[in-house]
């Protein structure tokens, strides 16, 4: 897979601590983020954390475009990846669960669109078992914490990947 189109919009799944930081930090780089979670609270809680770092981030700078404005929510998985560039997965650290959101993932997504786990514990190869049809645009962005504030992401592909 070769990616050459710009990555402008993505969809941030699961929205606690380290899925409402790469929040912040796409949104500060000027990015469109369509973040989805299911938790009770969810996009009140990731728009309080994005307000809470907000300041930290514009001491380091803001790219152009940047601005909170550009988060939407939507409990809605199919509607949140609708047109992305880029899924940042950040679900709950459960082979199944993950295998079987990376199935779904799979059937709405264009083939072209990179799916990154935030995931610390199970391996891509075994998480990418669930996209069947296009697994080689699956890999780990694990990164390190705070994404906002600590721009270093391992970058770790699986056996189709």
Known sequence: MSQTKPIRRIAIIGTGVIGASWTALYLAKGLQV??????PNAEAA???????AW???????LSAGASQSNLKFTAALAQAVDGVDLVQ???PERIDFKQKL???????LAPDVIIASSSSGPTM????????????RCVIAHPFNPP????????????KT
């Open 89 to 91: 997965e950040n679900g």
């Open 125 to 136: 190869s075994e998480i990418q078992k669930g996209a069947a049809s296009h697994p080689e």
């Open 55 to 61: 300041p930290a981030l514009k001491r380091l700078g």
């Open 34 to 39: 369509v973040a989805t979670d299911v938790a």
């Open 148 to 159: 906002h504030l600590i721009p270093l992401v391992e970058i770790v592909g699986g056996a």
């Open 46 to 52: 990731l728009r309080k954390f994005v307000d809470t």
């Open 102 to 108: 990376y199935g779904q993932l799979d059937e709405l």
